[in-house]
């Protein structure tokens, strides 16, 4: 098996936070930027060789908090198969956790699932110090060898300047199993698009609807600042063809004439580029203290009602590949109250009840 590695000196690395990384025989290090591992969730890779969810240069000027929160690893994923006894993960972080309302695991952590495409199982998250910026972590141990499908799951809030994957010296890494659609879902939103707060990165409705359906998904949440700038359009429009083109922004839009001003003219900019791919428009969920605030409530319903009216405009000229769904409806009608961190942000409840609502709709759009 010819794979890229680096023997890396241990001794070099500190003191390990949890010892029994360590025993054994050595480890060899794999980068995962090398064959036959396969990265998810960064459009821009191969261009830029980062892990950054926007590319490095582009026609369009990005928005200076856009361009930061591209850093983070949000609905980025590290693919493959191997047979060792021992998986350890290295980080290197561009900063420490420091989020009050989300934990270091979700800002900061890697988790790991085990299976095959659609048959996804949690087994563990890197344990580390939240003061840290650079962590190295077991996520299993076996008695003996024996193959898995792995899918390493991304901080959802932090830059990752770095990853190394240890595994048994004598040890296989093969390539990740197939996907059911090589073509990616693209998702454009705020900060629960991002996946704020979920407790590990694997709970992100992104990298849950990963697991529903077995296809690429493409993580653009910018947490505050997904405000439909066309020059995010522009970006989103030159990803080579994707299956789907979700636009899950309402939150940050402000007053109701934003999202008049913004919409129309987003879809239009990625009509030029992919004039079939299906658009998905999703209104903002409720949240625990839509309740409360009624004028918060009001303007919730004028900003759906302008999504529902540009959908419906658009099939009426011709358009019938875009569609929009009610986020209201997303969490359901029991104890949707419970479903946030902070009142705004989902739990991992909320995720998950949103994946479990947008699925049967995702799936019905790609034919599967």
């Not at 794979?3 to 390990?16: M, Y």
């Not at 059911?180 to 939103?189: D, Q, R």
């Not at 590990?200 to 993580?219: C, Q, T």
């Not at 992919?274 to 658009?279: K, R, T």
Request: glycine residues 8%; charged residues 25%; contains cysteine.
């Amino acid at each position: 098996m010819n794979v890229q590695s680096k023997e890396i000196n241990l001794d070099q690395l500190g003191d390990p936070i949890y010892q029994e990384t360590m025993e054994g025989e050595p480890l060899r290090w794999h980068s995962p930027l090398e064959a036959p591992f396969h990265i998810a969730g960064f459009p821009w890779l191969a261009q830029d060789g980062i892990y950054r969810r926007l590319p490095l240069a582009s026609g369009a000027v990005l928005p200076p908090a856009v361009d930061t929160l591209a850093y983070c690893t949000a609905g980025g994923q590290i693919r493959f198969r191997t047979n060792s006894s021992r998986l350890v993960i290295r980080v290197r972080l561009a900063g420490p956790s420091n989020m009050y309302h989300m934990a270091p695991t979700g800002q900061c952590g890697v988790d790991c699932y085990l299976g095959e495409p659609g048959e996804q199982s949690f087994i563990t998250a890197a344990k580390f110090k939240p003061t840290e910026s650079e962590y190295e972590s077991k996520l299993y141990r076996w008695d003996t060898k024996k193959e898995v499908a792995v899918t390493l799951n991304l901080p959802l809030y932090q830059g990752v300047e770095e990853v190394w994957i240890g595994v048994d010296q004598d040890a296989d890494i093969s390539a990740a199993p197939a996907y059911a659609n090589n073509k990616p879902v693209i998702i454009y939103g705020t900060s629960i698009t991002q996946g704020g707060c979920a407790s590990r990165p694997g709970m992100a409705y992104s990298n849950i609807l990963s697991r529903m359906i077995p296809m690429e998904f493409v993580n653009l949440g910018f947490s505050g600042n997904g405000k439909g700038e066309p020059e995010l359009a522009r970006i989103i429009s030159e990803i080579d063809d994707p299956a789907l083109i979700i636009l899950d922004y309402e939150g940050n839009t402000g007053e109701a004439g934003n999202i008049a001003r913004t919409l129309p003219a987003f879809i239009q900019i990625l009509r030029e580029r992919q004039p079939e791919v299906p658009i998905l428009v999703v209104s903002r969920i409720s949240t625990a203290e839509d309740q409360f605030y009624r004028k918060r409530r009001e303007l919730n319903d004028r900003r759906r009602l302008i999504q529902i009216e540009n959908v419906e405009q658009r099939r009426k000229e011709g358009d019938h590949n875009i569609h929009f769904v009610d986020g209201l409806k997303l969490l359901g009608n029991d104890s949707v109250e419970e479903c946030t961190v902070d009142g705004t942000h989902p739990t991992d409840l909320g995720f998950m009840r949103m994946a479990q609502s947008l699925e049967p709709v995702i799936k019905s759009l790609l034919r599967l």
